[in-house]
Structures are given as C-alpha cells and as structure tokens.
C-alpha cells in the first residue's frame, strides 16, 4: 500500500525549497525558471522569425541550419555545453540555475522561430501588399499588421511549447539546480523508503501546473471567440 505520510512533512520543501533562506526551490524554481526561459525563448523566436521573414535567401537558411542544429541535438547536451562551456570562454562562474534557463530559452526560441514563421506566411499575402500600398514600409507592415495577427493565432502553439518548457526543466537535476525533481529525489535520499509516494506526488504537481495552463487558456481563448 502507498503510504503518501511523507509527504506533508516536506510539503514546505517540495513547493518552494529554502524560499525562508533567500533560495526559492521546488515547483517555485521550476515556475520561475519556466517563465523566465520561455520569455527569452518567445523574445529571441519572434525576432529571429521576422529577420527570416523579411531578409530570404542566405540569411534564412542560415537560421534554418542553426535551428535545425539545436532541434537535432538533445536538450541534456545543450544544458552540459552551456554549463560548462560559456564560463571556459567568457570567464567567470555562472549560477547552475542561470545555465539552465539559457539552455532552455536556446533550446526553445528554435522551435518558437519555426512556429511563427510559419504563422506569417500562412497570412494573406493581399495584407502585406495592401499595407504597402497605404504607405507602411515592409518593416512596419511586419511590426503593425502582420505579427499581431500571427502571435494571436500561435498562442495555443505557444503553450505547448511552454508546457514541454515547464516538465524539460526537471533536466535542471543534472546540474544540480534545486528544482522540484532534485528536491524529490534529496527527500527521497532522506527517507529512502518513500520513492513511490514522493516522485508520484511530485508528477501530480506537474499535471496540475501543466493541466491548469491547459484549462486557463481554452477558457480565455473561448471568451475571447465569445467576445
């Protein structure tokens, strides 16, 4: 029988880690590394996204390769390159936490620039030109017509990729960052007999988050359609 009478002992610790010493942990950090990432990745995607849009050619496929390159690679190795690698050249050390959620946003903006690239140029090409010829320099076609539109049709996309963001960062473990799966595993470590109980606690917290993202935004999406 699973006895679940470990978990409300470390309950403090699996949601937030030593949130009380100044060091957030747990399904906290998991959040916050998630967010902080996926607002990188979503800033770096679109950007990255309206440069293969307006300059085609070589500048293009050099994007396409460079994303194609992260996509093929996986994201453990992308988290051990910039762990290790970015302090050999540049110096310094860098937080486990901060490695993570850079090798995350990388990771991610490629799938974000494929996303919405191709959200722009499954438009009506009739905007692009009808824009112009009002005036608007392709730029600002770009920037005033067209992205709006597309980032309005990809926020369901945008929450699959936030979500797969939210359950990669339990990768964070490797390195030793605090999040929610390596504070399961130290609970575990210190019970020893509990590992049922607390990683099926602990991928009960994911399906929440994840389930709650989920329902959050059919519901918004349906009031929007409503509106």
């Known amino acids: 029988m699973l006895d679940f009478s470990v978990i409300w002992p470390n309950l403090d610790y699996l ?13 906290l950090l998991t959040v916050i590394m998630a967010f902080i990432a996926g607002v990188l990745a979503l800033m770096t995607g679109v950007v990255l996204a309206a440069v293969a849009w307006r300059y085609p050619g070589p500048g ?12 093929g690679i996986p994201l453990i190795f992308v988290i051990f390159w910039v762990y290790f690698l970015v302090p050999a050249l540049f110096g310094g050390d860098m937080p486990e936490a901060a490695s993570v ?7 991610t903006s490629a799938a974000v620039m494929y996303s919405t690239l191709s959200a722009l140029e499954a438009l009506s090409r009739g905007q692009r030109e009808a824009g112009m010829a009002s005036g608007l320099s392709e730029g600002e076609v770009l920037r005033w017509i067209l992205l709006p539109q597309a980032l309005r ?5 945008y929450l699959g ?3 797969s963001l939210i359950k990669d960062t ?25 590992p049922a109980e607390i990683f099926l606690f602990a991928a009960f ?16 999406l349906g009031g929007k359609r409503h509106a």
């Open 15 to 27: 949601l937030w880690g030593r949130l009380a010493e100044g060091e957030p942990g747990g399904l």
């Open 60 to 71: 293009r496929r050099a994007l396409f390769l460079w994303a194609d390159v992260i996509r």
């Open 101 to 107: 959620i850079l090798a995350l946003a990388w990771f």
């Open 153 to 157: 049709n990809l926020v369901p996309s």
């Open 161 to 163: 990729l936030f979500i």
């Open 170 to 194: 339990s990768l964070a473990f490797i390195v030793n960052v605090p999040e929610l799966t390596t504070v399961s595993s130290q609970v575990n470590n210190r019970t020893q007999i509990y």
């Open 205 to 220: 917290l994911y399906f929440l988050l994840c389930s709650g993202l989920t329902l959050g935004t059919r519901v918004w």
